[in-house]
């Protein structure tokens, strides 16, 4: 391999190369095998194990990561060549146009000033390009968590002023939605009234400038931490951790949470 021999191996050269040998005549007989389809999986895994990266606060680890997502783009990319519908040109070309297309304020002459006229441009952009009569939530991408949907759904429409006033309407709300879920009387009715408090909460979230799904995602790691280090603490003492009373289990809680955060 010509990158390889040259000792040349940071560079995204290098990894087209290696990626072309993988898949072509004589490669790998698994990686032969994947198509755009199969390889969205791995392509999500990847994008998780990169936020996990972040949050460690490894800057090795993240430059791991960010190459194995690099691979996904790389293996598309191949697959796209081989079938011939098209190569690295076209990725790169089309993103460099659409950045400098939807940022005026630094490639051309539009202002923005603050952040928020940054985001109000980009959608106003963004719905040009698709066509003035398409839909502000036309775009967004029907996979996303469940959170981040919500979340992004929200900004949009905000963005159009389907807004609360202050974050004052939203609280009083949540409080309604809580009510309502307190009133229904049959199972569909309670999985509806919980899906508008969590939308709600979402909503919370947004005029407090934060992301519910990597709020909760941190909120998750918190109790699978605290949970594995309450276990920890039962079999050190000898203890059966589930005949432990809820009161005995609140106070190791207590405890793992000094020890864990």
């Known amino acids: 391999m010509d990158s390889k021999e040259s000792g040349n191996m940071g560079t995204y050269q290098a990894l087209?190369?290696?990626?072309?040998?993988?898949?072509?005549?004589?490669g790998c007989p698994w990686d032969r095998e994947q198509t755009h389809q199969?390889?969205?999986r791995n392509?999500?895994?990847?994008?998780?194990?990169?936020?996990?990266?972040i949050d460690s606060g490894n800057p090795g680890k993240?430059?791991?990561e960010?190459?194995?997502?690099?691979?996904?783009?790389?293996?598309?990319?191949?697959?796209?060549?081989?079938?011939?519908?098209?190569g690295p040109q076209e990725v790169f070309t089309s993103i460099n146009e659409k950045l400098i297309r939807r940022h005026p304020h630094v490639f051309g002459d539009a202002e923005a000033r603050t952040a928020q006229e940054v985001k109000a441009n980009w959608e106003a952009i963004k719905r040009q390009e698709r066509g003035e009569d398409s839909s502000r939530l036309g775009a967004i991408p029907k996979a996303l968590p469940a959170l981040a949907h919500a979340q992004l759904i929200q900004d949009r429409a905000s963005l159009a002023g389907f807004d609360w006033d202050s974050v004052e309407g939203v609280r009083e709300k949540l409080r309604e939605e809580l009510q309502e879920l307190e009133d229904a009387?049959?199972?569909?009715?309670?999985?509806?009234?919980?899906?508008?408090?969590?939308?709600?909460?979402?909503n919370q979230g947004r005029w407090m400038d934060i992301q519910a799904e990597e709020s909760l995602r941190r909120a998750n790691q918190r109790f699978y931490h605290r949970f594995i280090c309450m276990e920890g603490l039962s079999q050190e003492r000898g203890?059966?951790?589930?005949?432990?009373?809820?009161?005995?289990?609140?106070?190791?809680?207590?405890?793992a949470k000094k020890r864990v955060g």
Do not use: N
């Open 16 to 26: 087209e190369e290696i990626v072309a040998r993988l898949l072509g005549p004589g």
């Open 62 to 64: 993240l430059a791991e």
């Open 66 to 86: 960010l190459g194995d997502i690099l691979v996904q783009v790389a293996f598309h990319i191949q697959l796209a060549r081989e079938e011939g519908s098209f």
């Open 185 to 202: 009387q049959t199972q569909e009715e309670r999985e509806w009234e919980l899906g508008d408090v969590l939308f709600t909460l979402v």
């Open 239 to 255: 203890v059966d951790f589930p005949s432990l009373s809820m009161d005995e289990k609140e106070a190791l809680w207590r405890e």
């Open 38 to 40: 199969s390889l969205k």
């Open 43 to 53: 392509l999500l895994e990847e994008c998780y194990e990169v936020m996990e990266a």
